[in-house]
């Protein structure tokens, strides 16, 4: 920002002014205290804010969001949806069946019919509907990759909005059923074919003159993240193109040309035009080029400065591109303002109805082989949030995302870093709001900062599937399993009750619990959020059942015995696992037994020569290391039922 005013991004395509007048910190921050933040939406917010300092956002724990079969993938229609259009899908659908249904079954779901989202339907409702509620996704109710299929008017941004804080979401939508089949199929050769795009990736930022918006997402955003990539990724290929290389000739080439990249990133004005303007549908959403002589002109921008889905020939091939467009109205328009100014509650129209943009809906449809995601903005960027008042350059969420992408994660994994930011920038924005509500002197530099970033934060979306990944990367899929304290028995060989109970998430409620103040809708168990006395009782039968765990562990672990084993050839050993010990093949050299009060029983042989005393101090470790894994057994266990304990206090 500068010294005086806050200059946003977007141009007027009509004027060559900036879509929103710069405005001044006092006047931002006036705009910020007016607007009304849903109660409920805020609520969920600062729940998901806590889960993510406190463990992690994404799916519920334990599953890997890299591996569609334990995250599951589902297909929403809007309710009366064309069933040719499911029909064009389908070699997608088909590809995503044999991975997410791999597993189980129902981990591939297609919402149609019934079960479509219905007009006005917000997101608890539709969920509701199908089974699930607020908190981390469970993939055994809904997937956590989520595919919108339809426009805006039909399943209306604020949904998909609502949706993503919670599942990993895209949109799909084009004009015509053959641009679905095409998209369908470029996403498949994409992840079945060898090489689709080429390794490298590149950055494009334009620094116009006289314009302060491009001269600082490009110098505070665009080269830093270039470094970092080009830092961290030894294999790709990273080439920047910054002010004077920003020529819409370039661009060309990058997008769809025969320089097609597997990611760009790019940074400059999105072009804006009047309501019902003839060129709205088509160009609004396109990208400003260097090409364009700057603000001070105040004239209207000529076509040739812009690159819009007009400039993405027939000829071109975009194949297997990941493009991120920083820009106002990159990704969609919605009808509606969707910032209320001055407390009015007036909001005006933007448009004759909402839409997608037509430079990715050209980028992913293309005949020649399309994109396989493109993510901007819906509504107006507010570019200048990567830059903190006092705080300097803040580039982290940005450049997390791009780690992530280049670390095999899915895009709607990748894009998580910014659903934690918006509910963390909201709980703070409503924290300071109601602070000066009561009196306090608000601090405008910061307070205009804070509504800009989460405004930006909140309008990125993801069109396409959002299951899709970085062309040239490992497609990794190990589970993320979580690590549990087990006991250590060499006598025993049975299944230790209390590190299963541990494992299966059961055992530690402190992973999902809500935050003090949150409703409790947003907590433990499968199937019993509906209602207060069901979530009661589900959590009394855990906690009895990891209580008679605890029990019967404790009955197991009130003798720990050590026996050690020698041999002359190994491959005569057998194990007998009625006497759970070793039978022929193996001599017995010695045996201890450790009461859980302290007493212990040792057995050694007689005569101890200098190979036994070796052996002697090996069975002396274990035996000491089962003494510590036994008490550590013990503890968690007595945590995990105190955990639940308190969970019932709360209730």
């Given amino acids: ?40 939406d805020l609520k969920e917010l600062r729940w998901w804010h ?28 809007a309710h009366g949806a064309d069933p040719a259009v499911r029909e064009a899908l389908g070699e997608l659908l088909d590809h995503r069946r044999s991975e997410a249904a791999r597993v189980r079954q129902h981990r591939y779901r297609e919402f149609v019919g019934d079960n479509a989202y219905r007009p006005g339907e917000s997101k608890q409702q539709f969920l509701a509907r199908q089974g699930a509620g607020p908190g981390p996704a469970d993939p055994d109710s809904v997937p956590y990759y989520l595919l919108l299929v339809g426009d805006p008017e039909a399943i209306p941004y604020s949904f998909q909005y609502q949706l993503d804080v919670q599942y990993a979401v895209g949109r799909l939508h084009f004009d015509t059923v053959e641009e679905y089949a095409r998209y369908a199929h470029s996403a498949v050769a ?34 830093p993240l270039a470094e970092q990539v080009r830092d961290d990724q030894a294999d790709w290929t990273v080439r920047t193109h910054v002010g004077e290389e920003a020529t819409k000739e370039r661009l060309a080439q990058i997008l769809g040309g025969h320089d097609t990249p597997a990611l760009l990133f790019t940074a400059t004005h999105g072009m804006g035009f009047p309501n019902g303007h003839p060129r709205q549908a088509r160009h609004q959403g396109a990208l400003l080029c260097q090409d364009w002589p700057g603000p001070g002109r105040r004239q209207p921008v000529d076509e040739q400065h812009y690159f819009c889905a007009d400039d993405v020939g027939d000829t071109a091939r975009p194949l297997g591109l990941v493009s991120f467009h920083l820009g106002a109205v990159g990704a969609g328009t919605p009808q509606w303002d969707d910032f209320a100014h001055h407390g009015s509650g007036h909001r005006s129209e933007l448009a004759p109805h909402a839409f997608v943009a037509g430079l990715p809906k050209r980028l992913l449809g293309h005949p020649n082989g399309g994109a396989i995601a493109v993510i901007g903005h819906v509504e107006r960027a507010w570019g200048y949030s990567f830059v903190w008042p006092r705080a300097g350059r803040q580039t982290a969420v940005y450049g997390s995302c791009l780690a992530r992408l280049f670390d095999g994660h899915p895009i709607g994994s990748a894009f998580e870093y910014f659903n934690e930011r918006y509910a963390e920038l909201s709980s703070d924005l409503s924290a300071t709001l109601e602070e000066v509500d009561f009196g306090k002197q608000p601090d405008h530099w910061e307070l205009a900062a804070m509504w800009t970033a989460n405004n930006d934060a909140r309008g990125f979306a993801i069109l396409g599937d959002p299951a899709v990944r970085l062309v040239g990367v490992a497609h990794r899929t190990e589970p993320l399993r979580r690590l549990v304290a087990t006991g250590v028995n060499a006598g025993r060989a049975e299944p230790d009750p209390v590190a299963e109970a541990a494992t299966t998430g059961r055992a530690d409620p402190s992973r999902t619990a809500p935050p003090e103040g949150a409703e409790l809708d947003y ?8 209602t207060r006395e069901r979530l009661v009782s589900a959590l009394q039968d855990v906690a009895e059942n990891v209580a008679a765990a605890l029990e019967r562990a404790v009955d ?49 042989p007689r005569d101890l020569g200098e190979a036994d005393e070796a052996l002697w101090r090996l069975h002396a470790g274990l035996l000491e290391q089962a003494r510590a894994a036994r008490a550590e057994l013990v503890k968690t266990g007595a945590s995990a039922v105190a955990g639940l304990l308190d969970a019932l206090k709360v209730l």
């Fill in 50 to 77: 806590h889960r993510a300092t406190e463990a992690v956002f994404g799916p519920k724990e334990g599953v890997d969001p890299r591996n569609l079969a334990e995250t599951g993938w589902g297909v929403v229609f």
């Fill in 1 to 40: 920002m500068g010294r005086d005013a806050v200059v946003f991004n977007g141009i007027d395509a009509t004027t060559g002014a900036y879509l929103l007048p710069p405005m001044s910190p006092e006047a931002v921050s006036q705009i910020a205290r007016g607007q009304v933040l849903d109660p409920a």
């Fill in 556 to 604: 197991n672990l009130t003798v720990i015995e050590v026996a050690t084993y020698v041999s002359d050839d190994l491959s005569t050993v057998t194990y007998d696992s009625a006497r759970k010990g070793f039978g022929a093949g193996a001599e017995l050299r010695a045996l201890t037994r450790l009461s859980i009060d302290g007493n212990a029983q040792l057995v050694v």
């Fill in 523 to 530: 907590a433990l168990l499968d199937g019993v959020r509906h």
């Fill in 190 to 223: 994409a992840e079945t074919r060898d090489s689709v795009a080429t390794p490298r990736a590149e950055f494009f930022a334009t620094r116009n003159p006289e314009d302060p918006a491009t001269a600082l997402s490009s110098s505070e955003l665009v080269v």
